[in-house]
Protein backbone atom coordinates (compact mmCIF):
# COMPACT_ATOMS: atom_id res chain seq x y z
CA UNK A 1 0.00 0.00 0.00
CA UNK A 2 1.24 3.36 -1.29
CA UNK A 3 0.83 5.89 1.94
CA UNK A 4 0.20 9.75 1.09
CA UNK A 5 0.20 11.79 4.55
CA UNK A 6 -0.52 15.94 4.16
CA UNK A 7 -2.38 18.55 5.78
CA UNK A 8 -5.68 18.84 6.85
CA UNK A 9 -8.22 20.91 4.80
CA UNK A 10 -11.01 22.19 6.20
CA UNK A 11 -13.20 20.28 3.41
CA UNK A 12 -11.66 17.11 4.95
CA UNK A 13 -13.82 17.67 7.80
CA UNK A 14 -17.27 15.57 6.54
CA UNK A 15 -14.64 12.58 5.56
CA UNK A 16 -12.59 13.10 8.91
CA UNK A 17 -16.17 13.00 11.05
CA UNK A 18 -17.25 9.58 9.41
CA UNK A 19 -14.36 8.09 9.96
CA UNK A 20 -14.02 8.84 13.34
CA UNK A 21 -18.05 7.40 13.96
CA UNK A 22 -16.49 4.09 12.05
CA UNK A 23 -13.31 3.52 14.27
CA UNK A 24 -15.45 4.42 17.78
CA UNK A 25 -18.43 3.28 19.49
CA UNK A 26 -20.75 5.62 19.73
CA UNK A 27 -20.39 6.62 23.39
CA UNK A 28 -17.11 7.23 22.59
CA UNK A 29 -16.93 8.92 19.03
CA UNK A 30 -16.49 12.82 18.56
CA UNK A 31 -19.43 14.91 17.87
CA UNK A 32 -18.83 17.13 15.16
CA UNK A 33 -18.99 20.36 17.27
CA UNK A 34 -16.05 18.60 19.45
CA UNK A 35 -14.11 17.04 16.18
CA UNK A 36 -14.25 20.94 15.24
CA UNK A 37 -13.49 22.12 18.57
CA UNK A 38 -10.27 20.06 18.82
CA UNK A 39 -9.19 21.56 15.37
CA UNK A 40 -9.65 25.23 16.59
CA UNK A 41 -7.01 24.43 19.98
CA UNK A 42 -4.39 26.24 20.13
CA UNK A 43 -1.13 24.21 18.68
CA UNK A 44 -3.61 21.95 16.68
CA UNK A 45 -2.55 20.09 14.26
CA UNK A 46 -3.88 17.12 11.85
CA UNK A 47 -2.15 14.87 9.43
CA UNK A 48 -4.30 12.64 7.37
CA UNK A 49 -3.62 10.10 4.83
CA UNK A 50 -4.94 9.52 1.62
CA UNK A 51 -4.53 7.80 -1.75
CA UNK A 52 -7.43 8.04 -3.72
CA UNK A 53 -9.47 8.78 -0.44
CA UNK A 54 -8.73 9.29 3.38
CA UNK A 55 -8.19 6.50 5.17
CA UNK A 56 -6.88 7.59 8.58
CA UNK A 57 -5.72 10.51 10.01
CA UNK A 58 -4.23 12.13 13.36
CA UNK A 59 -4.77 15.19 15.34
CA UNK A 60 -2.64 16.59 17.96
CA UNK A 61 -2.36 19.32 20.27
CA UNK A 62 0.59 21.33 21.60
CA UNK A 63 1.71 23.77 23.96
CA UNK A 64 5.31 24.86 24.70
CA UNK A 65 7.47 21.54 25.49
CA UNK A 66 3.82 19.08 26.01
CA UNK A 67 2.42 17.33 22.79
CA UNK A 68 -0.85 15.12 22.89
CA UNK A 69 -2.06 13.22 20.67
CA UNK A 70 -6.19 13.81 20.48
CA UNK A 71 -6.90 10.84 18.17
CA UNK A 72 -5.40 8.75 15.84
CA UNK A 73 -8.02 7.21 13.41
CA UNK A 74 -7.68 4.35 10.57
CA UNK A 75 -9.92 2.71 8.95
CA UNK A 76 -10.52 -1.05 10.05
CA UNK A 77 -9.35 -1.92 6.00
CA UNK A 78 -6.55 -0.07 6.12
CA UNK A 79 -5.16 -1.18 9.20
CA UNK A 80 -2.44 -3.22 10.04
CA UNK A 81 -0.60 -1.64 6.46
CA UNK A 82 1.51 0.82 8.41
CA UNK A 83 -1.19 3.86 7.91
CA UNK A 84 -1.31 4.55 11.64
CA UNK A 85 3.03 4.16 12.16
CA UNK A 86 3.45 6.69 9.34
CA UNK A 87 0.66 8.76 10.48
CA UNK A 88 2.16 8.74 13.91
CA UNK A 89 5.79 9.77 12.96
CA UNK A 90 4.64 12.65 11.23
CA UNK A 91 3.25 14.05 13.76
CA UNK A 92 6.33 12.81 15.68
CA UNK A 93 8.74 15.09 13.52
CA UNK A 94 6.09 17.88 13.22
CA UNK A 95 5.50 18.06 17.21
CA UNK A 96 9.60 17.73 17.46
CA UNK A 97 9.94 20.12 14.75
CA UNK A 98 7.75 22.64 17.12
CA UNK A 99 9.99 22.16 20.20
CA UNK A 100 8.13 19.61 22.25
CA UNK A 101 9.57 17.03 24.37
CA UNK A 102 6.91 14.74 26.03
CA UNK A 103 4.26 13.41 24.26
CA UNK A 104 1.23 12.44 26.25
CA UNK A 105 -2.35 10.39 24.77
CA UNK A 106 -5.16 8.39 26.67
CA UNK A 107 -6.28 5.31 25.65
CA UNK A 108 -9.03 2.57 26.73
CA UNK A 109 -7.63 -0.22 29.11
CA UNK A 110 -9.37 -2.61 27.66
CA UNK A 111 -8.08 -1.80 23.96
CA UNK A 112 -5.23 -4.74 23.73
CA UNK A 113 -4.58 -3.68 20.38
CA UNK A 114 -4.39 -0.02 21.18
CA UNK A 115 -2.00 -0.91 23.88
CA UNK A 116 0.43 -2.84 21.77
CA UNK A 117 0.54 -0.13 19.31
CA UNK A 118 1.69 2.24 21.50
CA UNK A 119 3.87 0.17 23.47
CA UNK A 120 5.63 -0.83 20.07
CA UNK A 121 6.27 2.98 19.48
CA UNK A 122 7.96 3.81 22.45
CA UNK A 123 4.72 4.87 24.73
CA UNK A 124 4.88 3.84 27.96
CA UNK A 125 1.91 4.26 30.50
CA UNK A 126 2.11 6.85 33.55
CA UNK A 127 -1.36 6.03 35.26
CA UNK A 128 -4.68 5.04 34.98
CA UNK A 129 -7.40 7.77 34.79
CA UNK A 130 -10.67 5.97 36.15
CA UNK A 131 -13.67 6.20 34.48
CA UNK A 132 -12.62 8.34 31.51
CA UNK A 133 -14.52 6.98 29.10
CA UNK A 134 -18.39 6.14 29.02
CA UNK A 135 -19.02 2.61 30.99
CA UNK A 136 -17.44 3.41 33.08
CA UNK A 137 -14.12 2.39 30.95
CA UNK A 138 -10.87 3.63 32.59
CA UNK A 139 -7.98 4.87 30.66
CA UNK A 140 -4.31 4.56 30.75
CA UNK A 141 -1.93 8.01 30.56
CA UNK A 142 0.59 7.32 27.98
CA UNK A 143 3.83 9.28 27.38
CA UNK A 144 6.56 9.32 25.43
CA UNK A 145 9.52 11.55 25.76
CA UNK A 146 11.13 12.62 22.22
CA UNK A 147 14.77 12.53 22.15
CA UNK A 148 16.98 15.95 21.24
CA UNK A 149 18.01 16.39 17.85
CA UNK A 150 21.92 16.23 17.70
CA UNK A 151 21.68 20.49 15.80
CA UNK A 152 19.16 21.33 19.10
CA UNK A 153 21.63 20.31 21.52
CA UNK A 154 24.49 21.46 19.93
CA UNK A 155 22.12 25.22 19.95
CA UNK A 156 21.96 24.94 24.06
CA UNK A 157 24.53 27.48 25.94
Not at 88 to 100: N, T
Not at 125 to 133: C, D, E, I, N, Q
Request: charge should be positive; include cysteine; hydrophobic fraction near 40%.
Amino acid sequence: MNISLRTYRPEDFDVLYRIDQACYEPEIAYSKRELKNYLRFPGADCVVEENAEITGFCMTANQAARGYIITIDVLAEFRRHGVGSMLLAEVKRRLSAQGVKEIGLETATDNDSAIAFWQKHGYRTRGVWKHYYPGPRDAFAMTKTLAQSAAASKARP
